[in-house]
Each structure stands twice: as structure tokens, then as C-alpha cells.
């Protein structure tokens, strides 16, 4: 945990990038499907990869509820709710590009997947934000990923009050397996909270990894990630 010793700051600023919420036709998908999403997403939309600050948010399911438990096993399907979205965070200038993706039938790990249609969402200068997956590197310690973290903050000239590292996740990719952790940052003035979200932390952004999503306060991380 890195924590230094409230302003509640929820107005949308100017800016290049923004979310594009997508209602989705699909089943299931298995637990650990960003892969499989990022390369469907990308035979249709390069950009996803290369544009710098782009990427396609984790799909949110329900951690539990009415005495369901979301499973934990990479290979066991979490089972969608009409109510799913897929959220791609894209440069204002691919809007007209991101609409080729609609109506397309694409197959993520066996499982069938289309994006109904699209909206698009400015992001929002809130002053916490809130990233399920953050890349560490093998062997390094919270606190040597603390570091990291803030150095690469310090980078983009964000000077972090609070920062709190919570669950540890696994990606499985072509190249061997990707260690997470999620992380939530406070306190941050408008133009950080914008500067962050826009550019992300590290490599990875197609699978989720580094991408920024407000939140409307502190709270434990465990309830955060839903």
C-alpha cells in the first residue's frame, strides 16, 4: 500500500480518447478469455494494438451473488447477462473505424461473440481511479511494483497521493503467462485523472493490462472488482 495524507471531482475535460460501450450477443466465455477477445477484436481492428492508449476493457461479471460464486478456473465459463457490456477505450478519431467491428460474428475461444451496437462515453475526471490488471514482473515484491508504478506516474508528470494494489490475476497468452494485479489510485487532480486514463501504465492495454476506470470513492479493493 502507498498512502499519503477528500474533493469529489467528476467533470468530463476535453480530450483525444474516449470509451465506446458495446452491447454484446454472447453466452459465455471463459474466465481467462482476454486473449482470445483481443486477437478476435484485432483481425478486425488493428488499432486496438497499436494505437497508443488504446484497449479493450476487461468484460465485468458479478464476483457473487444470490449464492453464486464466480468461478476461478482459466478454462471455466462465466455465463453473460444481456446486460454485459465490452467497453474498447479508442482515439476520437477511430469512432467511424470502430463501427466496422458491429454486426461481425467473431469466435473467442470457441464461443460465439458479436457487438450489437456501439456508444460512445467521455472519460471522466474522477478523481479516483480503478485498473483490474497491471502487469508485475516475476519476483518483484508490492513494493518493488509500487515503485514501478509510481515511477511511471512521476513519467507522466501524475504525482500519486494513494495507491493500493489488490487481487493477483493470471493472463495466458501466446507467449507464456502474464502476472497481475489490480490497482486503485486516489487523489488525483482532474488533469491526472484524464492524463492517466488517456495513456494508460505499460504494455498489454489490448488485454486489459494498465487501463483506468473511474470510481466514486475509496473502498476495498475486493469490492471493486466485479
Known amino acids: 500500500m502507498y498512502w499519503q495524507e477528500d474533493n ?37 481492428a488493428a488499432w486496438l494494438k497499436s494505437d497508443t492508449g488504446a484497449g479493450v476493457h476487461p468484460i465485468s461479471i458479478q464476483e457473487a451473488g444470490n449464492g453464486w460464486m464466480r468461478p476461478e478456473g482459466a478454462d ?3 455465463h453473460l447477462s444481456r446486460r454485459t457490456k465490452l467497453i474498447l477505450r479508442a482515439p476520437r478519431s477511430r469512432l467511424e473505424e470502430a463501427q466496422e467491428i458491429t454486426g461481425k460474428e467473431l469466435d473467442v475461444a470457441g464461443n460465439a461473440f458479436s457487438i450489437q451496437k456501439m456508444e460512445m462515453r467521455e472519460l471522466q475526471a474522477m478523481e479516483t481511479l480503478f485498473s483490474r490488471y497491471n502487469i508485475v514482473e516475476d519476483g518483484n515484491s508490492e513494493e518493488d511494483f509500487l515503485k514501478l508504478v509510481f515511477q511511471a506516474l512521476k513519467d507522466m508528470d501524475i504525482s500519486p497521493r494513494k495507491m493500493l494494489p489488490g487481487k493477483g490475476r493470471v493472463i495466458r497468452t501466446s507467449d507464456g503467462e502474464l502476472h497481475t494485479s489490480s490497482l486503485m489510485i486516489a ?5 491526472e485523472s484524464i492524463g492517466l486514463q488517456t495513456r494508460g501504465i505499460g504494455e498489454h492495454q489490448h488485454l486489459g493490462c494498465g487501463l483506468f476506470v473511474p470510481h466514486k470513492g475509496i473502498r476495498e479493493v475486493h469490492d471493486l472488482e466485479v
Do not use: F, G, W, Y
Open 8 to 44: 469529489d471531482n467528476t467533470q468530463s475535460l476535453d480530450n483525444e480518447m474516449v470509451d465506446i460501450v458495446c452491447s454484446i450477443n454472447c453466452r459465455s466465455l471463459p474466465v481467462d478469455h482476454a486473449n482470445a477477445l483481443a486477437e478476435a477484436l484485432i483481425e478486425h
Open 187 to 191: 487523489e488525483l487532480k482532474p488533469e
Open 76 to 78: 471455466e465459463l462465466l
